[in-house]
């Protein structure tokens, strides 16, 4: 019974993942299809990638009954993986490196701010995309490896997988995969947002708008404010 209930469970979250799953892939489609294309190809790569090297482990018997390598290739195959779907650890070297970079230029901003001077003085928002980006293709990808890799380890109850069951599996990578498409929709489709919300919102802009004002409220806005040193007149010699 228990088991039933299970599947049930798991069976409605994978639909309804996939429903706005279909929902958020439609928009990024709409506004920037080049961005889902590449996504979806390295998405399927990864996949099928991770299907053969299965089909392969499984023939060649690189891995025993418990999940294990038992062969120089298997090992070579699980340092692979464990390359590509060490998400925790990327997740704290993206934060670290947002800290260190724009960490200083934020901190400042509001510093300064308080005098009326603040200026960014690296490019957090690139920075910021890029970052975001780089660790939502690394989370598509792992949900991509983890699809077929913890279904079949779920499947054959390899050792560390007793308590996964395949329902979860694909739960858990769709889940990851809708985590990962709304990271790239929302900053390939910032412009697109950022106006909606305008429309939609005008009285939250008009405050940060408001705040940032005020934080550079003595600051220069254009260069015919900055105050210019009047260029030496020329000496007339005095007439003969």
């Known amino acids: 019974m ?5 599947i049930i469970q798991y069976s409605v979250w994978s639909v309804g993942v996939l429903i706005l799953l279909g929902l958020v892939m439609r928009l990024l489609a709409k506004h920037h299809p080049e961005h889902l294309r590449t996504s979806v190809y390295f998405y399927c790569m990864a996949f099928c990638w991770t299907v053969l090297a299965i089909i ?3 023939r060649l018997e690189w891995f025993s009954d418990e999940g294990y390598p038992i062969t120089l290739y298997g090992q070579y195959l699980v340092t692979i993986l464990n390359f590509f779907i060490a998400i925790d650890e990327e997740a704290v070297e993206m934060v670290a490196i947002f800290c260190v970079v724009c960490g200083p230029s934020l901190l400042s901003y509001v510093i ?6 603040a200026q960014q003085s690296a490019p957090v928002g690139w920075i910021t995309r890029f970052l975001a980006l780089f660790y939502a293709k690394s989370v598509l990808t792992f949900s991509a490896i983890g699809l077929p890799l913890l279904s079949y380890g779920a499947f054959t109850r390899w050792d560390g997988a007793q308590t996964i069951n395949v329902g979860f599996a694909i739960s858990m990578s769709l889940s990851l995969s809708l985590f990962s498409i709304v990271i790239i929709t929302v900053i390939s489709c910032r412009a697109e947002l950022a106006e909606h919300s305008r429309r939609t919102n005008s009285d939250f ?20 404010e900055v105050p210019r040193i009047a260029p030496p007149r020329p000496v007339v010699p005095p007439a003969a």
């Open 112 to 117: 300064c701010g308080l005098f009326g001077v």
């Open 2 to 6: 228990l088991h039933i209930i299970h």
């Open 205 to 224: 802009h008009e405050a940060i708008a408001s705040v940032h004002r005020w934080l550079i409220r003595k600051v220069p806005q254009s260069e015919s």
């Open 56 to 58: 392969a482990s499984v």
